[in-house]
């Protein structure tokens, strides 16, 4: 429990210093949460190639055709997904590297090795095989949705929610509980 003069102290130090306040200084500091990418905001990290996620896009774009706001955003989230599975395949090669190698040092530190840190000495391939099944979801989930409203749209019916299913994978019933 923190005494009332330290309170008064941290309140001070507080207002000392808020962060930066310069473009440059918040664009120094936009990253420095980023760990290996796989979970971030951004879709393209600092060494990707633009260029190759742009031609995901349009391939995706034109291959889904999306019609109004709700199918734009269905398929913007598959090509998240898309691109950040991508990027699951470079951590893998990279964490296999490091694990048989054992060669990075402060200067090649790349994707991989940012995952192994993350994993806090806990097995990184599991770790990323949760990650990876975690991204599969998603862009399967996105994907039937788009899937869904555009077979509405082409019969020109109204939108039935998705039917949702309890399942209980535990073995137990319900007496046994």
Not at 31 to 44: D, T
Not at 79 to 104: D, G, K, M
Request: charged share 30%; proline share 3%; hydrophobic share 35%.
């Amino acid at each position: 429990m923190a005494s009332d003069k330290q309170i008064r102290a941290n309140k001070r130090n507080a207002r000392k210093s808020s962060g930066p306040k310069t473009p440059e200084g918040k664009a120094a500091v936009s990253h420095n949460a980023l760990k290996h990418g796989l979970l971030s905001q951004e879709m393209l990290l600092p060494d990707e190639d633009e260029s190759s996620l742009v031609q995901l896009s349009e391939h995706l774009h034109s291959q889904l055709q999306p019609v109004g706001e709700l199918e734009s955003l269905l398929v913007e989230r598959i090509i998240a997904a898309a691109w950040r599975l991508r990027r699951v395949l470079t951590v893998e090669a990279e964490i296999y590297e490091e694990e048989r190698s054992n060669r990075y040092t402060r200067e090649e530190y790349g994707l991989g090795m940012a995952f192994i840190r993350d994993a806090n000495g806990a097995n990184a391939f599991s770790k990323l095989s949760r990650y990876e099944t975690t991204i599969e979801r998603g862009l399967y989930k996105a994907l039937h949705e788009l899937q869904r409203l555009q077979a509405a749209r082409r019969a020109e019916a109204n939108v039935v929610p998705p039917l949702a299913v309890d399942v209980d994978v535990s073995g137990l019933t319900k007496e046994g509980l």
